[in-house]
């Protein structure tokens, strides 16, 4: 049954909801606007839970719309999406947002579900001449690992701050900022994630030479 509509928003079946890692899903709803990849909506299950904004992990061309989340066990709304099943209904507003993929070269830099922006722009055919450096704790929460890996065109760095792994960085995604030789000036560079991520790596870019205005931040709070 659909709840009355929350001021705003539509109305989206759920077609899926998976659980890809212990406490992060995968929701796959009906999807009713179109979008560049890149942009995020707000979301909520009625009218009494203020929306909470989610950046869309699903490509322009797919018939339905995806987010990634992770549950918060004391949050309000993710425990209760973790619960939906297909058939269910969520709301949502219309797409925006101006962290927009291009066709440039770019270096994408993510923790945690922040890589999910970065799915939607992979998914979009934005994947080529790409280099996406994904910081994490463990190896289980690389999130979309096998398909970042398949695309041509984009080099795949991930960094598992805690543990050893073969193919991996072993050390935080900002050691591996400092350590690299290879930090484009000219090349735009998109940050997604937490707070301190964000402004940790955005001062560690303005240090190595990248200029401010080639700086894009989407900063989950
Ligand atoms: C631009 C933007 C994009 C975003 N995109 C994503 C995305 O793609 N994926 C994603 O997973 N998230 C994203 N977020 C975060 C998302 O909007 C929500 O904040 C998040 O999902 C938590 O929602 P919630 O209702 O479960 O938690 P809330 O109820 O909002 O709680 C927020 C935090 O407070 C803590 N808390 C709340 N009440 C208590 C309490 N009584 N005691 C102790 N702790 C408490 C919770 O554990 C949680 O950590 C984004 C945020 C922004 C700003």
């Keep these: 049954m659909i709840e009355s509509t929350p001021v705003g928003t539509t109305a989206c ?6 659980e ?3 406490n992060v899903h995968y929701l796959t709803f009906e999807r009713p606007y179109d979008f560049e990849a890149g942009q995020l909506l707000s979301l909520t299950l009625n009218a009494n839970i203020p929306p909470r904004l989610y950046s869309i992990a699903s490509g322009t061309n797919n018939d339905c719309i995806s987010i ?3 549950v ?7 425990p209760l999406l973790a619960k939906l099943a297909a ?7 219309p797409p925006y947002g101006s962290f927009l993929g291009s066709n440039e070269p770019a270096v994408w830099i993510a923790t945690g ?5 970065f799915i939607s722009m992979a998914q979009s055919g934005l994947g080529d001449n790409k280099t996406l450096i994904h910081g994490a ?4 929460e690389f999130y979309f690992a096998h398909f970042f890996e398949a695309i041509k065109g984009l080099t795949y760095i991930r960094c598992a701050s805690k543990g050893s792994y073969s193919n991996t960085y072993n050390g935080r995604l900002t050691a591996y900022l400092r ?5 484009p000036l000219n090349e735009k560079y998109y940050l997604c994630g937490n707070p301190l991520m964000v402004n940790e790596v955005r001062d560690l870019l303005i240090e190595r030479g990248i200029p401010f205005d080639n700086i894009l931040s989407e900063i989950f709070f």
Excluded: C, M, Q, W
């Design 13 to 18: 079946k759920v077609v899926a909801n998976e």
């Design 20 to 22: 890809i890692t212990d």
């Design 68 to 70: 990634l989340f992770d």
């Design 72 to 78: 918060k066990p004391e949050g309000t709304l993710t």
């Design 87 to 93: 058939g269910d209904f969520v709301f949502i507003s």
């Design 113 to 117: 579900t922040g890589i999910a922006p």
């Design 137 to 140: 704790r463990t190896i289980n």
């Design 179 to 183: 350590e690299t030789s290879s930090l």
